[in-house]
């Protein structure tokens, strides 16, 4: 495969899943971790990612902004965000993780509804303050720099004290048989408390990560109550999760 070829191999998957490991590219482009290093180390120094210890993240990642600039599928992430919508209600408590799907549906919540929203993403956190309806609890902890989001024992405690009406809960793969799953064992175990902690699961996801993987499992899609895709529910793309007691949205 050619330099160009990789670094756009690279790039697609770096704004898929927000961030990558050196070590799992390589692999999936059978070429040294060297090889992939140098690769990011160009596509850094062109502002194309931002470099990181052990991969890259995309420049949206930890970059959340008012008018969505650099947010990877903004388009399809805002038809996803509308979707959402119709499951909420007055009065409910809900219960939204980090990521720009989230954020988006954060900023589309209309001010007049009366909520009470927990969230561990300062991002989101910050987002809904301005909505004069909605009582904001932060679930705090030690702040990750890369995702912005609370994570440890104090926020997982906080999180087995509650149990909201809905979770919105974002992930970085999903696939039919080997379920969520993420790169970073922490945020998992973050995502693990929050599903303990709803009484429904709501998994807003773009289609591009349906059948990928990462390393740490966070659940099976049998603890998905609702998976929204901008797709159709009828889309073929979506077959391999019709036999299973998950509603499509």
């Known amino acids: 495969m050619l330099k160009e070829e990789r670094h756009q191999f690279i790039l697609n998957e770096v704004r898929i899943h927000n961030r990558v490991l050196l070590t799992d590219l390589s692999n999936l482009l059978n070429v040294s971790v060297d090889t992939v290093r140098r690769d990011i180390k160009e596509l850094h120094n062109s502002q194309q990612l931002k470099k990181v210890h052990g991969g890259a993240i995309s420049l949206g990642f930890n970059n959340y902004n008012p008018i969505g600039k650099k947010i990877y599928s903004l388009e399809k992430k805002s038809q996803i965000a509308e979707k959402a919508l119709s499951l909420i209600k007055e009065g409910q408590v809900i219960l939204l993780s980090g990521g720009t799907t989230n954020l988006e549906l954060a900023r589309r919540l ?53 149990k909201v009406d809905i979770c919105f809960l974002g992930t970085n793969s999903i696939h039919a048989i080997e379920g969520l799953t993420e790169f970073d064992w922490e945020i998992v175990q973050m995502k693990k408390a929050m599903i303990h902690s709803s009484r429904k699961v709501v998994s807003p996801c773009i289609s591009e990560k349906i059948g990928s993987l990462q390393r740490y499992k966070i659940c099976g899609v049998e603890e998905v109550d609702v998976l929204i895709t901008e797709l159709e529910p009828w889309d073929i793309k979506l077959d391999v999760f019709k036999n299973m007691n998950i509603q499509l949205l």
């Open 110 to 162: 209309p001010s007049k509804i009366k909520l009470t929203c927990f969230t561990p993403s300062l991002p989101i956190a910050v987002q809904l303050l301005g909505k004069t309806n909605i009582e904001v609890i932060f679930i705090g902890g030690r702040m990750s720099k890369d995702s912005q989001i609370a994570v440890g024992g104090s926020a997982i405690n906080m999180l087995s004290e509650i």
